[in-house]
């Protein structure tokens, strides 16, 4: 339902004050506090028109008014200003990503706890889902007769090294025919078609070098295998204990009892959608989850190359500054996506 321009005026001053000082809100102090032009007596008619509408609650019968979920979620889609990020945060994360690092889990766990600092809110980052990326090109190159390097790069330009220790001497032929060998069998398979069969099969063609394999196989399942799930990075988690809405111990028991789920964190985080490119904000009720159905959460997707491969997303209660968390984590996200791109060109 579209509200008249005062009503919008006046839910405006009520979500903003609330946010603001966490104590309902009354009609004097929005005519004292904003220029909505009537009197006090006349504001307190339309926030009583609002709450029959549903878009504010009364908590107690002499108290001011509190915004419901539904005049959160309009203040969010037609009333919420634009806010840039204040210059002292845009640096701080201009520095942050400035420090090149080849490691993607290094890359994820300075995002999740800079969205948390930022914010003041908890922040959870789903880690990077490759399990759908094709290899599409493997070398062994060597550095002494018991050591070589091991490069695999993907379809969407992800590339991962290590430095294996061999377990007899192998020469530079016998590396890259073992190479030639690999990315017959194995490029164009996605990491989750790349199982133990496949490299038993492999053992058959090379079995010269069934221990050179076993080496290589270990580092696959320790460093590729994990990206193919749901790892959860989350931080800030002690932030919510700052927040009176959570002041009730065995509320915030159960908000983080749910969250140390990791199937229900995914399902309150959502599902990384290639064709979703936009930062969503889900607020009280509109959450999955029962359990903190008291909470917010704003998300967005991340990306390496042209791939969809992550969401990221801040936590807090209903009573969020909305603007400045869009803000922060449609930065990061941004800055996030462009380190990934540096990474992997």
């Known amino acids: 339902m579209e509200l008249g321009e005062r009503k919008m005026r006046i839910l405006r001053a009520v979500v903003e004050d609330y ?101 003041n809110y908890m922040a959870v980052v789903m880690g990077p889902q490759l399990a759908e990326a094709r290899l599409s090109h493997i070398s062994l190159a060597p550095l002494t007769p018991y050591r070589a390097v091991l490069v695999l790069v993907t379809d969407s330009g992800f590339l991962e090294s290590a430095l294996l220790t061999l377990p007899h001497r192998v020469s ?14 194995l490029c164009g398979l996605t990491l989750d078609q790349i199982t133990r069969q496949a490299w038993r099969e492999l053992e058959r063609e090379l079995a010269r070098f069934r221990a050179v394999l076993e080496r290589m196989l270990e580092f696959f399942e320790r460093s590729l295998r994990p990206f193919g799930s749901q ?76 791939r969809v491969v992550g969401r990221m997303g801040v936590l807090g209660p209903k009573r969020m500054r909305y603007a400045q968390v869009i803000a922060v984590v449609s930065r990061v996200r941004q800055m996030l996506t462009q380190a990934f791109m540096e990474m992997v060109s």
Do not use: W
């Not at 959608?273 to 009720?285: C, L, N, Q």
């Open 172 to 185: 530079g032929a016998e590396l890259e025919h073992i190479s030639s060998v690999l990315n017959k069998t």
């Open 231 to 306: 790892r959860m990075y989350l931080a800030g988690t002690a932030n919510i204990l700052t927040h009176p809405e959570f002041r009730d111990v065995d509320r915030v028991r159960m908000i983080l009892r749910t969250l140390e789920q990791e199937d229900l964190l995914a399902r309150l985080m959502g599902q990384a959608d290639a064709a979703e490119d936009e930062v969503t904000v889900t607020i009280g009720v509109e959450n999955p989850i029962e359990e903190v159905r008291d909470c917010s959460i704003v998300t967005a997707t991340y990306r390496i190359g042209p």
């Open 19 to 119: 946010v603001e000082t966490g104590e309902p809100v009354g009609s004097r102090a929005v005519a004292r506090r904003h220029d909505i032009g009537v009197s006090p007596a006349t504001i307190r008619n339309e926030m009583a028109d609002l709450e029959e509408m549903g878009y504010l609650l009364q908590p107690h019968t002499s108290a001011g008014r509190i915004p419901s979920d539904r005049g959160y979620r309009y203040y969010v889609d037609k009333l919420m200003p634009v806010t840039e990020l204040r210059e002292e945060d845009l640096e701080r994360l201009r520095l942050l990503y400035q420090q090149r690092t080849q490691e993607i889990e290094d890359l994820i766990k300075q995002t999740v706890q800079v969205l948390a600092r930022t914010t």
